[in-house]
């Protein structure tokens, strides 16, 4: 989901903290929010905390290594894939739909851009109608084509913009056929490896290992712990990947430093004037140009914003939230940049 229209109405209206630490302390004391953040400037990591449980019933601390999953922000890195094989001739901008699959709609008139910028005009397939069924269920590529071709468009390609998971699924199904390899691979030599992103991975069926955070809600006072996971299989390069804010922020500063595609490339991902760029949204934030992502999947919450001016990326996670993610980024952000 895209975070950046949401600060615009917090602006002015939320109490600047005292330090960045009365922020999440503040907030696990009064049980409002679980989870993690960093803050990276130039290259390093500045600030990190972990508040909360990532699991409560094992009483097990969320600490830095603690894996949460981001949902939407995976977007980010599948687009960032898409590009790199674009810059070495494996893709093109303007390759059409229909190469790879000839039996979506409109499979001739979208292209790779189309689907990059959420301009193609195809159903977004989380919003149909069973998706809480079949969501926590293994996924074959094939029944979700099917699902796809059921749902057919909403508009013509290019004709608006409107954010859509099915876009980045096919994007990852297209980065599958490109280099016959798995999406999982794809992510861990393309992005995993070389950023040396040690805590990231596309996740499973559920949460697993004391390292990875489950994830809970707010029923009648308590925090209830959910049940119902989303396989990854089915979100795939829309929402499959888990990581920590660490390394959330590792991804981030290498794209804005061009460790990850040409200048050009780069430009043309954060080129937001039709309402998105390539994977990310952007806007202007206390008067400087932000860019990133929000996620929000199975209870948790997810948002990464990077500003390249300021050489600053800041990546907040949380398995459990009484308070927007929205409201606590404009607290981080006033504490760090008005210090």
């Known amino acids: 989901m895209l975070f950046l229209l949401s600060f615009y109405a917090l602006l002015g209206q939320t109490k600047s903290p005292n330090s960045l630490d009365a922020i999440f302390d503040d907030l696990e004391k009064a049980e409002k929010a679980m989870g993690g953040i960093s803050i990276y400037e130039d290259g390093k990591e500045v600030y990190q905390k972990s508040f909360g449980f990532a699991n409560i019933d094992q009483k097990i601390k969320s600490t830095s290594t603690t894996q949460y999953r981001i949902g939407s922000v995976t977007k980010m890195y599948t687009a960032a894939i898409i590009i790199q094989l674009i810059e070495e001739g494996k893709l093109q901008l303007n390759t059409p739909l229909q190469t790879f699959f000839p039996k979506l709609p409109n499979g001739e008139k979208i292209t790779i851009k189309n689907l990059l910028k959420h301009q193609s005009g195809l159903f977004n397939i989380t919003e149909d109608d069973d998706f809480t069924t079949w969501m ?155 860019y990133g992502m929000s996620g929000q999947i199975d209870g948790f919450k997810s948002l990464a914003i990077f500003f390249p001016e300021k050489k600053v990326s800041i990546t907040i996670v949380s398995n459990a939230y009484e308070t927007s993610l929205q409201e606590i980024m404009m607290q981080v952000l006033q504490a760090y940049f008005e210090k």
């Open 136 to 290: 926590v269920q293994p996924q074959s590529r094939v029944k979700m084509i099917e699902r796809m071709v059921k749902n057919g468009v909403i508009f013509e390609p290019g004709a608006d913009t409107s954010y859509c998971n099915t876009n980045y699924i096919l994007l990852a199904y297209i980065a599958e056929d490109v280099e016959d390899a798995s999406f999982y691979d794809i992510v861990q030599d393309r992005l995993v490896e070389p950023l040396k992103l040690k805590l990231t991975r596309i996740g499973t069926e559920s949460p697993k290992g004391v390292q990875e955070a489950v994830s809970y809600q707010r029923i009648d006072d308590q925090w209830e712990v959910v049940t119902d996971y989303t396989d990854m299989s089915a979100p795939g390069g829309a929402g499959a990947i888990i990581s920590t804010p660490s390394d959330v922020n590792l991804f981030t500063t290498a794209l804005y430093k061009g460790k990850l595609m040409s200048q050009t490339s780069y430009q043309q991902m954060t080129d937001v004037s039709t309402g998105m760029g390539m994977g990310l949204g952007g806007a202007p934030i206390m008067d400087m140009q932000g």
